[in-house]
C-alpha cells in the first residue's frame, strides 16, 4: 500500500543459550500504516520488546524480513542502519537515560550533535522540541532537578528532536504514577496528532492502549489479536 511505513514478513527470532535455540519471534505479520498509533500488549516473555529493538534496526531478524518505507533493514549498509537510527527512529524507554550533567537543553541536543548539526541549529531544534512537550520553561535545570514525568518528558523531547517518522516507545509510563503517566499518555496523542508521528507503544497500562486507534495483543512470541478502534471513539 502506498501509505505503509513499515510492513514485516514472517519474522523470527531465535536465541542460543547454551545447548537450547529459543525462539523469541514466531512468523510475525504486521504492516503499519504512516500516521497510525499502535499499542503492543501482552504478558512479560511474549516477545514485545524483542520486536521493538527490531523495528528500531537495533537487532535483526533471524528469518524474515522488515520494510521501512520498502527498505529492507536487514539489507542496509551499516552507515544505512545508523543513519535510520538516528533520522528516522526515535526511542524512548521506561528508564530515561538523560545524562545527570546536562541540563534537559543540552540531553535533547545530543542527537542532533551527533548528526554534526551545527551547535545553533541543534539548540533550536532542541528547544522547539522541549516547548511542544512543554518544558520551554525548564530548559536549563538537570534531571535532578526535575521530576520523574518532566524527565520522561525530556527524554521524549530528545526523541523527537530529529524529526522521526516512527517513535518507538517501550513502558514509556511504567515508572511514573497514574495522574503522571495520564499526562505523558495525552502528551504521546498529541504528538502523534500534530506531527503525524508513527507511534508504536510496547505497554501494559491497559489506560494506555486504550487510548490508542490499535491494539496488537503478543503471546507466545506471536500476534494473536490485531484490533482497531474508530478514531473518532479515542
Known amino acids: 500500500m502506498e501509505n505503509t511505513l513499515l510492513e514485516l514478513q514472517d519474522v523470527t ?9 529459543l525462539r523469541i519471534l514466531k512468523s510475525l505479520q504486521l504492516t503499519v500504516e504512516a500516521g497510525e498509533r499502535v499499542a503492543i500488549v501482552g504478558a512479560s516473555g511474549a516477545g514485545k520488546s524483542t520486536l521493538l529493538h527490531l ?3 537495533l537487532d ?7 520494510r521501512f518505507e520498502g527498505r529492507d533493514l536487514a539489507k542496509l549498509s551499516s552507515n544505512a542502519l545508523a543513519e535510520y537510527r538516528a533520522k528516522k527512529v526515535g526511542f524512548v ?24 548539526i551545527t551547535i545553533p541549529e541543534a ?9 511542544r512537550v512543554g518544558l520551554s520553561h525548564r530548559i536549563t535545570h538537570r534531571p535532578g532537578q ?24 517501550d513502558e514509556p509510563t511504567g515508572n511514573l504514577d497514574s495522574i503522571t ?29 486504550a487510548m490508542f486507534s490499535r491494539e496488537v495483543t503478543m503471546a507466545d512470541g506471536q ?5 482497531r478502534r474508530d478514531e473518532n471513539a479515542v
Open 13 to 21: 527470532k531465535e536465541f542460543i543459550h547454551g545447548e537450547d535455540t
Open 55 to 57: 523495528l528500531g534496526g
Open 60 to 66: 535483526t531478524p533471524t528469518t524474515g524480513s522488515i
Open 93 to 116: 524507554f521506561q528508564f530515561h537515560h538523560l545524562l545527570p550533567a546536562f541540563t534537559a537543553l543540552e540531553n535533547v541536543m545530543i542527537p542532533a550533535l551527533i548528526q554534526r
Open 123 to 131: 539548540r533550536r531544534k532542541s528547544t522547539e522540541a522541549l516547548d
Open 146 to 169: 526535575l521530576s520523574g514525568g518532566e524527565q520522561q518528558r525530556v527524554a521524549i523531547a530528545r526523541a523527537i528532536v530529529m524529526e522521526p517518522r516512527l517513535l518507538l516507545a
Open 181 to 209: 503517566g495520564m499526562a505523558v499518555h495525552d502528551l504521546l496523542l498529541k504528538l502523534n496528532s500534530d506531527l503525524n508521528m508513527t507511534m508504536i507503544v510496547v505497554t501494559h497500562n491497559h489506560d494506555l492502549a
Open 223 to 227: 500476534i494473536k489479536e490485531d484490533k
